[in-house]
């Protein structure tokens, strides 16, 4: 599984992106699909997660403002981001789990990672 993530950049407070994650495969009858974001010096913390029955998980910093979605060919997962805050500033990761078993807010937990995408928010 090879995971590109794409869409990060510079916005002002308020302001709004659309992360995207291209996956080479999505065929994994128990996969969680989720993102993820580091600051330096900081753990990895979950953002949001989207299993294969379609049920979505969000950290409660992000609940309201950021949407996990996939794309209708399936390969393609996003994040869309709305009201962006300083603090969401960070290098935002696309992780896959394909044995999922209910634990989406590990990172230990994904097997395949993305090289991330930088969101800086002033």
């Known amino acids: 599984v090879q995971l590109v993530e794409s869409g990060g950049g510079s916005v002002q407070h308020g302001g709004s992106l659309r992360l995207s994650c291209s996956a080479s495969?999505?065929?994994?009858?128990?996969?969680?699909m989720a993102w993820f974001r580091q600051t330096p010096g900081k753990e990895r913390e979950v953002v949001a997660s989207?299993?294969?029955?379609?049920?979505?998980e969000y950290a409660d910093s992000v609940k309201g403002r950021f949407t996990i979605s996939q794309g209708n060919a399936e390969n393609t997962l996003y994040l869309q981001m709305n009201s962006l805050r300083p603090e969401d500033t960070a290098m935002y990761y696309c992780?896959?789990?394909?044995?999922?078993?209910?634990?989406?807010?590990?990172?230990?937990?994904?097997?395949?990672w993305g090289q991330g995408t930088q969101v800086t928010v002033s």
């Open positions: 992780a896959a789990d394909i044995d999922y078993d209910g634990s989406w807010e590990e990172a230990l937990d994904y097997n395949y």
């Open positions: 495969m999505f065929t994994y009858s128990r996969l969680c």
């Open positions: 989207l299993d294969s029955d379609g049920t979505t």
